[in-house]
């Protein structure tokens, strides 16, 4: 299926992603700015450069958020405006879902254009467990000139590891 949509890039988005897109471009700024007030303070050595952004008619990421996706039967329907729509009859398209992934904690997908393909980001969020840690072992790692580690620790366990040789 050859389908050229990028000739006019706000008739293939919604609203949603547009503002996503914009939201993008505002973090970008905001890094741009923030990083270069601490070039100007000498903090950083190197000067930060603004964003290089897509030439005309090039294709861009769109974002959609969870909330204008629908799951049905393991696969993920995704709207299409009006203009795409219209033309080419159809108002939404299926991606699979993964099967590794629970639909609960997606928080937006991608639509990356990358090399002549398109690829999909599922991007959710992960809640990372606290490990249980025991307070009364401790280790102690100085990274030396002779050795690369040298590792004490309080239960009587010491190890080096040299790194001028490699393993055998």
Known sequence: MNIRLYLNP???TTSLTLQQTLRGVAEAFKSY???SHKYLKGE??????????RKKGGMG???YQKFAL?????QVKVPLVRKVKAAFKVDS???????????KEIREIRILPRNFCFYVEWVYELKADRP???QAKVIG????????LNCVSNVGTSFIIDGKHPPL
């Open 10 to 12: 706000q008739s293939r």
């Open 33 to 35: 700015q923030a990083l």
């Open 44 to 53: 950083l050595t190197d000067k930060p450069q603004l964003s290089k952004y």
């Open 61 to 63: 990421v769109i974002t």
């Open 70 to 74: 629908k799951l049905e039967n393991g």
């Open 93 to 103: 398209f299926i991606l699979d879902f993964p099967s590794n992934l629970e639909f």
């Open 132 to 134: 249980q840690l025991d």
């Open 141 to 148: 790692i100085d990274h030396g000139v002779d050795n690369w």
